[in-house]
């Protein structure tokens, strides 16, 4: 009974921490980037009454799965509306998953001591978090691909049927969230054990030729029937999956990252684990013969991963983001069956060393926040100034209330001692960075601001009088909350046209970066109109990013 208790407590405080850290303030931020996309479909879905064509601004948007929109428009219906709680909730229920599956693996094939490490390590790593606190359909197939490989490691045993068939839907309903990645990556992860073990000679047999013909068939389904409904609608769902998928990673059109992307991006994932992690894979590499079977296919498997994702022509930095579970159980196992004291103790030196310039950086942050007004003209936000010194603070308090009551906070985490301490710190600074610091920092962030000024202003005036030069911004129509498509000017005389010879209210948005292609035309008509614009800071670089409008009566 006493095991129990303390089984209960441990994952008690673990489950605690990782929702205390993906899910606080989850809503505060204003939409930004490309999470708009996310939000916008789900919102013209709703709008249009159509679920299987996405569009922004009436124009099709099929360029990612229709699964990764529905978790959107599900999660509406908890959040009371689409807002920014709901676009970013399917991230961090999904990045909960990957945590779980990762330390599922863990015990599953080694220890619930390397499964418990493994997840607190990954909980504590920046890519996993940033995705998971972002809408976007990356911690979705991160999600899908680590539920295979569990399914895959707890069924091995018994290859038949329903179990091909239950790792293929798995692959394949992952695939409507991102693409093809969550079908091909969990293949590359499993093909090492199937072929050490003879495993691979099922594949021949007819269950597991049925379950594939099977999960195919469930994947283009949804596909078949937006093509089928589609009406005037311009594009094809699978087409659009070829193309993204297939011709992406042959023959790139785009996101062509150099081939060494991965070899400094990976570190910064994984930070501020890196240091450990990056020890822990070479260690492995230098003894691979000594290793277990285990360990060995969890190698093999991390590298076939990385090889993948470096032999596509498209290439960008968090592309490899699903190599982080195997990562995180890779540090683990270092740090449990590692038998090199040597090794170990340098590998904490250095994470101690990192971890603690980050604090001592935080401790001294009242002295470096007047050196970036002076340099940068950057005035930090009080909460801001309060954020960073009080978990500097809380790291210390962290750190030396583990070497008071060492043992005591290594039981209750189920870690290792010296693992404990640095895992306390890394919560700490990566947790109070997203769920506080960040938070500081939004009233500087003025999208959102912008476009709800812009809403003010343009009750009444119907969508088809208001128009973006050059392309339109997702993140802002979802903040105008328009019925209607707004109109997008490719050139500078279509805006000469809307501005001179339009009547009644009208409204221009545009790019400060494009002004200058229609501003020698119309500069006497701009003149006359209200002029609405993203504040802009001395520090910001980019400024050309930022959007400026123009309402005409």
Known sequence: MARYEKINIQDLIFWGVACLILFWALGQRGLWASEGRWAEVAREMFLNKDFFHPKINGQPYFDKPLLTYWLVAAASLFTGGLNELAARLPSAFFALVAIWATKRIGRQLWSKQVGDTAGWMLLATYGLVFWGRTASAETENLAAIILATLWYIKRRDGLNFWTFLVFYLICFIGAHTKGLTSVVVPAVIVFPDMIR??????????GHVLAL???IAVYICPFAYADLTRGSYAESGLALMFRENVIRFIRPFDHKGPIYLYLYYLPLLLAPFSPLIIMGAVWMLRFYKRLDRQTKWLIEATVLVFAFFTASGSRRGYYILPILPFCALAGAIFIHEANNERWKKIAYIIQTVVLGIAIVIYLCSPAIWPLLEGRMGFIAPRGLRVATFALGVLAVLGWALFKWKRVALARVGFLPEKFAALAICAVVLLGGFFCWQQQSLEKYRTGRKFANTLREQIVGISSSRIGFYHSASANII?????TEPVKVFKNAQQVL?????????????????????????AKGWLSKGIQIGEEIYPWMRRKGRFYVAWKFM
């Open 213 to 215: 013909i099977i999960a």
């Open 478 to 482: 979802f903040y105008l909350k328009t």
């Open 197 to 206: 073990d003879g495993r691979w000679k099922r594949l021949f047999g007819l």
């Open 497 to 521: 046209a809307f501005v001179c010879k339009g009547s009644g209210p009208r409204v221009l948005i545009s790019r400060r970066k494009y002004l200058h292609d229609f501003m020698p035309l």
